[in-house]
């Protein structure tokens, strides 16, 4: 074998590095960190989690130095939100590091908790790459905590230090919930703002305001709770009825919806409207990640629908229930039992039945929460979209069942929001060597090939290339803007009125400058402003018809 040049070597099989734990008496003095979504969802994660005991703090959003650092120090050909949150955890370790902490006590004293997933996108690479790169900037065991997607939290690995109960979970649904409906109202009301940055300054109090209550909160025991105390069953059953029926967040988000309604707002400008679609992370940041992408639009005068978390959330039980239905309980090549074996054979599709339903519940409930947040903000944001819809109009085109980044829904979203007529223009961020994203890419090219009207572009987001991007966008947006400006001037045409008696009408009518007025939106019509005018038209038409003649 040594004259065959085939002596055997000492094989160095891989093992899974040593990892320092984070445990419950630690939690005094360990600040857990986590980051990747808005400010305003972060801020509420972090009143909850303080509501729980934890230390914790939000990393800043990503810049171009995380980037950079994220390439210096991660491997190559990752994908680009990959560089930016990996570099930017070790931007704020180099930071703790340059304001006076020893390396050793900011391994000692802090944790990071991030998703994480099996792939089948470089999702699955995030925890290695995080590793990686904290090792190669010389924060060796540094602890990174995992909370899978599809599987929660590796309990072995958080050593309970983080408590994943059913009060931790509930707060973090509810901080997610509500950090969406906020942001969706905020980014529908300052583009019609009289008065150039007061969302923003309302936006701030308001989050501030929240974030204290959320801190300060004490269930109030309602009348379901003092019933279920009585019986017994006050355990977590009915901390989750609780839930369901007590009116803890209703209340303050009640006190944010009249701040909010508070800002005076001009309808009659003309925007045009674009929904953001992308890969999950490149669509939520608002930072350098997408080149500050709703600034810019907001900038150039578009209106933005950004996406929320819970679609995401609803996509995740939705691709878990569609896996139970195409497996019928045969999981990992389990043989169907033979045809006379009716006893086996009934309690697997009994047993698949029970895993679904109890699935289909979590959808109802989730949606039901989420939508209680929306009545209680005002009503203005958008509902969540039935993923059965989004299910049926993507798959021609991209196979539902291929999972990994946003699936199918790219090219979902993109057909439902153009064929509903809720937007002029997609804008879908796709960052720079992602897999998932490349794929829909190429089955977008059929899907504007069959609908001729939409306007859709897609920009990479490769963490440089702004002011490419940013032309590309603008040309798309002055597209965008035709057509909203189009449909404003035929929407005026059918009133039979003038753009100033409409004003005039407005200025008597102090309701209509308010952003939490519902404006009923037409089927084919877009814009704000068109449908504006229609209803402001109707109105005074019917006011008219209903005056008493002297
Ligand atoms: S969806 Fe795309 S960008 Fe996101 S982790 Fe997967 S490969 Fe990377």
Same mark, same amino acid.
């Given at each position: 074998?040594?004259?065959?040049?085939?002596?055997?070597?000492?094989?160095?099989?891989?093992?899974?590095?040593?990892?320092?734990?984070?445990?419950?008496?630690?939690?005094?003095?360990?600040?857990?960190?986590?980051?990747?979504?808005?400010?305003?969802?972060?801020?509420?994660?972090?009143?909850?989690?303080?509501?729980?005991?934890?230390?914790?703090?939000?990393?800043?959003?990503?810049?171009?130095?995380?980037?950079?650092?994220?390439?210096?120090?991660?491997?190559?050909?990752?994908?680009?939100p990959t560089y930016f949150t990996v570099g930017n955890l070790v931007q704020y370790l180099q930071g703790l590091e340059a304001s006076g902490l020893s390396k050793q006590e900011i391994i000692d004293k802090h944790v990071f908790f991030t998703a994480g997933a099996c792939g089948?996108?470089?999702?699955?690479?995030?925890?290695?790459?995080?590793?990686?790169?904290?090792?190669?900037?010389?924060?060796?065991?540094?602890?990174?905590?995992?909370?899978?997607?599809?599987?929660?939290?590796?309990?072995?690995?958080?050593?309970?230090?983080?408590?994943?109960?059913?009060?931790?979970?509930?707060?973090?649904?509810?901080?997610?919930?509500?950090?969406?409906?906020?942001?969706?109202?905020?980014?529908?009301?300052?583009?019609?703002?009289?008065?150039?940055?007061?969302?923003?300054?309302?936006?701030?109090?308001?989050?501030?305001? &929240?974030?204290?209550?959320?801190?300060?909160? #004490?269930? @109030?025991?309602?009348?379901?709770?003092?019933? +279920?105390? *009585? /019986?017994?069953?006050?355990?977590?059953?009915?901390?989750?009825?609780?839930?369901?029926?007590?009116?803890?967040?209703?209340?303050?988000?009640?006190?944010?919806?009249?701040?909010?309604?508070?800002?005076p707002v001009d309808r009659t400008r003309v925007k045009p409207i674009v929904k953001i679609t992308g890969e999950f992370w490149a669509q939520t940041t608002e930072g350098d990640g997408n080149f500050n992408m709703f600034k810019f639009l907001e900038k150039e005068g578009g209106?933005?629908?950004?996406?929320?978390?819970?679609?995401?959330?609803?996509?995740?039980?939705?691709?878990?229930?569609?896996?139970?239905?195409?497996?019928?309980?045969?999981?990992?090549?389990?043989?169907?039992?033979?045809?006379?074996?009716?006893?086996?054979?009934?309690?697997?599709?009994?047993?698949?039945?029970?895993?679904?339903?109890? &699935?289909?519940?979590?959808?109802?409930?989730? #949606?039901? @929460?989420?939508?209680?947040?929306?009545?209680? +903000?005002? *009503? /203005?944001?958008?509902?969540?979209?039935?993923?059965?819809?989004?299910?049926?109009?993507?798959?021609?085109?991209?196979?539902?069942?291929?999972?990994?980044?946003?699936?199918?829904?790219e090219v979902a979203k993109n057909i439902y929001y153009c064929n509903k007529s809720l937007t002029h223009m997609v804008l879908c961020l796709k960052p720079f060597g992602c897999m998932p994203s490349t794929q829909s890419d190429g089955a977008q090219s059929a899907v504007v090939?069959?609908?001729?009207?939409?306007?859709?572009?897609?920009?990479?987001?490769?963490?440089?290339?702004?002011?490419?991007?940013?032309?590309?966008?603008?040309?798309?947006?002055?597209?965008?803007?035709?057509?909203?400006?189009?449909?404003?001037?035929?929407?005026?045409?059918?009133?039979?009125?003038?753009?100033?008696?409409?004003?005039?009408?407005?200025? &008597?009518?102090?309701?209509?400058?308010?952003?939490?007025?519902?404006?009923?939106?037409?089927?084919?019509?877009?814009?704000?402003?068109?449908?504006?005018?229609?209803?402001?038209?109707?109105?005074?038409?019917?006011?008219?018809?209903?005056?008493?003649?002297?």
């Open positions: 074998m040594t004259q065959a040049g085939i002596a055997p070597k000492q094989v160095q099989h891989f093992q899974r590095p040593f990892e320092n734990t984070f445990t419950k008496n630690q939690r005094e003095y360990t600040k857990v960190l986590f980051g990747g979504l808005t400010w305003k969802h972060e801020k509420l994660i972090q009143a909850t989690l303080e509501r729980l005991g934890y230390l914790c703090e939000p990393v800043p959003t990503p810049d171009k130095r995380a980037f950079q650092l994220g390439k210096e120090y991660g491997n190559n050909g990752q994908c680009n089948p996108c470089r999702f699955g690479m995030y925890e290695a790459e995080y590793r990686l790169a904290l090792r190669n900037s010389g924060f060796d065991g540094f602890r990174v905590l995992l909370f899978q997607q599809s599987g929660g939290l590796n309990q072995a690995e958080a050593e309970a230090g983080l408590e994943m109960n059913l009060e931790f979970f509930l707060g973090i649904l509810n901080a997610m919930n509500i950090g969406d409906v906020i942001n969706e109202v905020a980014y529908q009301i300052r583009p019609f703002e009289v008065n150039p940055g007061e969302t923003d300054r309302v936006l701030t109090e308001c989050m501030d305001y &929240l974030a204290q209550c959320i801190r300060e909160m #004490k269930p @109030e025991p309602t009348k379901l709770d003092k019933f +279920l105390h *009585g /019986t017994g069953l006050d355990g977590e059953a009915g901390r989750f009825l609780h839930q369901l029926f007590a009116e803890d967040y209703v209340k303050p988000l009640r006190v944010i919806r009249d701040r909010f309604n508070a800002i209106q933005v629908i950004v996406e929320p978390i819970g679609t995401w959330i609803m996509y995740m039980i939705h691709q878990v229930i569609q896996k139970y239905n195409d497996e019928k309980g045969l999981e990992d090549g389990a043989v169907l039992p033979s045809m006379w074996r009716v006893d086996k054979r009934a309690k697997i599709a009994f047993e698949t039945k029970k895993k679904i339903l109890k &699935l289909k519940a979590a959808e109802k409930i989730f #949606k039901r @929460e989420y939508h209680r947040v929306v009545e209680a +903000l005002g *009503g /203005t944001a958008h509902h969540l979209v039935d993923q059965y819809e989004l299910q049926r109009l993507g798959h021609p085109y991209y196979n539902s069942r291929a999972a990994g980044g946003e699936g199918h829904l090939s069959h609908f001729k009207d939409m306007i859709y572009l897609p920009i990479e987001t490769s963490g440089e290339g702004d002011v490419n991007a940013h032309s590309r966008v603008q040309m798309a947006l002055g597209e965008a803007k035709a057509k909203a400006k189009l449909e404003f001037k035929s929407a005026l045409e059918e009133t039979g009125m003038s753009l100033d008696d409409i004003k005039a009408y407005v200025e &008597l009518h102090p309701e209509l400058k308010q952003p939490m007025y519902n404006v009923p939106k037409r089927e084919e019509v877009v814009g704000v402003a068109a449908n504006f005018v229609l209803h402001v038209a109707e109105r005074m038409k019917s006011e008219a018809r209903t005056q008493v003649p002297a």
